[in-house]
């Protein structure tokens, strides 16, 4: 199996950047998709961003695209996700999450989910 540790939030000003990481445990991270989402209080889980195994591929929600930033380090185990000109509506614990597939599918179950960590951006 593959394990999910998601760290690198904390609370930050609107305006500024926060790197998250998500450092994986198992012989398959580098065929897996991954993917982050995130979920405010009361709301739904959201789609953030996506990089396939390779890292050859990115795909973002349109709510993020243009300031954060998906890439992954195959030789680390660990993909990160670059959060700049955060906005408040950004406040959000956010989840790692990956499929035992190597191309981005947003159709298709997720395999495995770390534990969240929180962001909060301020006014």
């Known amino acids: 199996q593959v394990q999910l540790v998601e760290s690198g939030g904390g609370l930050v000003q609107a305006g500024g950047s926060l790197r998250l990481s998500c450092a994986a445990s198992g012989r398959t991270f580098s065929t897996c998709a991954m993917y982050w989402f995130r979920q405010a209080p009361g709301k739904e889980r959201e789609f953030v961003a996506a990089v396939s195994a390779s890292g050859g591929t990115t795909y973002y929600a349109d709510s993020v695209k243009g300031r954060f930033t998906v890439s992954r380090d195959n030789a680390k185990t660990t993909v990160y996700l670059q959060m700049n000109s955060l906005k408040p509506e950004d406040t959000a614990v956010y989840f790692c999450?990956?499929?035992?597939?190597?191309?981005?599918?947003?159709?298709?179950?997720?395999?495995?989910w770390g534990q969240g960590t929180q962001v909060t951006v301020s006014s």
């Open positions: 999450a990956a499929k035992r597939k190597a191309y981005i599918d947003l159709r298709i179950p997720y395999n495995y």
